[in-house]
Structures are given as structure tokens and as C-alpha cells.
């Protein structure tokens, strides 16, 4: 891999990782609907509420059952599990500030 090919994929995962859906942790970046502005995917806010009444724990449940279909690697798995609690919509209820 090139320098340049490297430093493009490091700005990519950077851009992924600053933007979040504050619910789900996908990178909206991925979300053919994602409104601008929103903190939000489509598919965990419609715009005016939460699609889906849940707790940490039930995203959490969520997040794994997709991230195995994908067959993601244990590390990534592990990560998502810890990175949801420190999105702004579990933040509270998991203790963060
Ligand atoms: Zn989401």
C-alpha cells in the first residue's frame, strides 16, 4: 500500500469515526437517507423521535447481531460494543458524562 493510499484510508476511517449515528454507531456516511444536520441515521431517528423505543443493552443486542451477519472480526465486535456507550443518545444511562 502507498503512503497516499494509506493517508486516504486513515481520512476516510477519520470522516467515519467523527460522524457517527449518535444511536447506532454506524458513520451516516453509509445512509442513503441521512439527513444533514441530523446526529442521527435515518434509520434510528426519523426527525421529530427515535424509530425504535430501546435501551443501551438493546442496541448493544442490536449492533452485535448485525455486525455477525457481517461477519466482522472479534476486536471490531468488541469495539462497537464499548463505542455505543459513548454515543450521545446512551452516554447518561451508561454512567458517561
Ligand atoms: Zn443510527
Not at 58 to 73: I, Q
Amino acid at each position: 500500500m502507498s503512503f497516499k493510499a494509506l493517508a486516504a484510508a486513515l481520512k476516510k476511517q477519520w470522516i467515519a469515526e467523527r460522524t457517527r449515528c449518535q444511536s447506532c454507531g454506524m458513520p451516516v456516511i453509509y445512509d442513503k437517507k441521512y439527513r444533514a444536520g441530523s446526529d442521527y441515521c435515518s434509520y434510528c431517528h426519523d426527525g421529530n423521535s427515535f424509530v425504535k423505543d430501546m435501551r443501551l443493552a438493546d442496541m448493544r443486542a442490536r449492533v452485535k447481531g448485525l455486525l455477525e451477519n457481517r461477519k466482522a472480526p472479534a476486536l471490531v465486535r468488541f469495539y462497537m460494543h464499548w463505542r455505543l456507550a459513548t454515543l450521545r443518545r446512551w452516554r447518561k444511562s451508561a454512567g458517561l458524562r
